[in-house]
C-alpha cells in the first residue's frame, strides 16, 4: 500500500497568538479530515524561521520538509499551500516541488486560493456570509499585500468579481501592489468622500501652512503615527489646530497607546493590533466620520 502524505506550506508568522488562530487552526483542521495520512508542515520564509528557532522550535522549509517525508518513506505527496495568489512565494514553492518531484512515486501541489475564476466567486461568496450585510454608509476594505509579481492581478480580480456579486461597497486594496493606498483612496472619493493623504515629513518644525491648508477643507482630520502619540504628530496638529481656532468637526490621533506593551509580534502584526492596519483604521475613519463612534 502506497505510503502518503500532506505538507502544510505557508510564508509564516512570529507572532504565537496569530500562529494559533491562523496556522496553527489549519493545522489541525487538516489533520482531523485526514487522521490516516501523517501531515507536515514548512516555513518559506528564513526569517520566520530563525525567529521560531531562537524560542526552540525548528520548523523546517520546503526542501527540508520533503526530505523529512523521504526519510519516513512516503511515496505519494500532496503539498497544500496556504498563499493567496501565484505570486513570488508560490513561484519558489513550485520550483522547490519540482528539484524532488521525482524522489516519490506521486506528486501533486495545489494551486493558490485566488487562482481561477470560480475560485474567486466562492471565496468572496464565503467572506459576503460571514460578514453580513452591510450598511448602505459603510465600506468593507479587505487588505493584501501585495507584490509587484504578476500574481497580483488576483486582487483586482477580487475585486470586479464582488461588483458583479452587486456589492459596490467591498473594496480590495494592498500595502504594496496595483491596488495600494492611493487607488483605495479613489474608489473611496467616487463614492462621495473627499480624501486628502498627506505624508508629514518632520514633526518639529511642524509644516504648519500644511496643516492648516487640509484643515480648512476638510469636516474630518486625522493623523496616523506609528509610536507613542504624546508628544507627537497627533498632539502638535491638535495643539495648532485649537490656538488657532480652526477645530474640525471630526478629529482623532490614530498610534500606539501609552502604555507597556504586552505582546510581541511582526510589524503587521502590532499594527492590526493597535488598530493602525490599512483596513482597521479605514473602518474606524470612516465610522467617526458617519457619526457613527
Known amino acids: 500500500m502506497v505510503k502518503k502524505g500532506i505538507l502544510l506550506v505557508s510564508f509564516g508568522t512570529a507572532a504565537a497568538e496569530a500562529w494559533e488562530k491562523t496556522l496553527g487552526l489549519l493545522a489541525g483542521e487538516v489533520r482531523e479530515s485526514f487522521p490516516d ?3 507536515y508542515e514548512a516555513i518559506t520564509s528564513p526569517t520566520i524561521r530563525r525567529m521560531w528557532a531562537k524560542r526552540g522550535w525548528n520548523m523546517p522549509d520546503v526542501p527540508g520538509a ?10 505519494a505527496v500532496t503539498v497544500l499551500p496556504t498563499f493567496l495568489i501565484a505570486g513570488m512565494e508560490y513561484q519558489r514553492l513550485v520550483l522547490d516541488c519540482g528539484r524532488r518531484a521525482e524522489r516519490f512515486s506521486s506528486f501533486l501541489l495545489a494551486p493558490p486560493l ?11 461568496e464565503i467572506l459576503l456570509e460571514r460578514q453580513g450585510p452591510l450598511p448602505e454608509d459603510t465600506a468593507l476594505v479587505l487588505m493584501g499585500h501585495g507584490t509587484n509579481h504578476r ?19 467591498v473594496f480590495v486594496a494592498t500595502v504594496e501592489g496595483y ?9 473611496l472619493e467616487e463614492r462621495g468622500c473627499s480624501v486628502t493623504l498627506y505624508s ?8 504648519e501652512d500644511a496643516v492648516r491648508f ?23 496638529v491638535a495643539e495648532l489646530l485649537m490656538e488657532q481656532g480652526q477645530t474640525p468637526a471630526v478629529f482623532h490621533r490614530y498610534g500606539v497607546p501609552d502604555s507597556f506593551a504586552m505582546l510581541t509580534g511582526s510589524r503587521t502584526y502590532q499594527l492590526d493590533y493597535f488598530g493602525l492596519s490599512p483596513d ?14
Open 200 to 207: 508629514v515629513p518632520r514633526v518639529q518644525p511642524l509644516d
Open 214 to 236: 487640509c484643515a480648512a477643507g476638510h469636516r474630518a482630520v486625522f493623523t496616523m503615527e506609528e509610536h507613542g502619540m504624546t508628544g507627537g504628530l497627533g498632539s502638535a
Open 280 to 293: 482597521k483604521a479605514a473602518e474606524d475613519m470612516w465610522k467617526r466620520w458617519k457619526g457613527t463612534i
Open 179 to 187: 491596488l495600494g493606498l492611493e487607488g483605495l483612496k479613489k474608489r
Open 66 to 75: 520533503l526530505e523529512e517525508m523521504v526519510a519516513h518513506g512516503v511515496e
Open 114 to 124: 485566488l487562482d481561477r475564476p470560480q475560485e474567486l466567486v466562492r471565496v468572496a
Open 37 to 39: 495520512v501523517p501531515v
Open 151 to 169: 500574481g497580483d492581478f488576483a486582487y483586482g480580480a477580487m475585486e470586479c468579481v464582488f461588483r458583479e456579486l452587486s456589492q459596490p461597497n
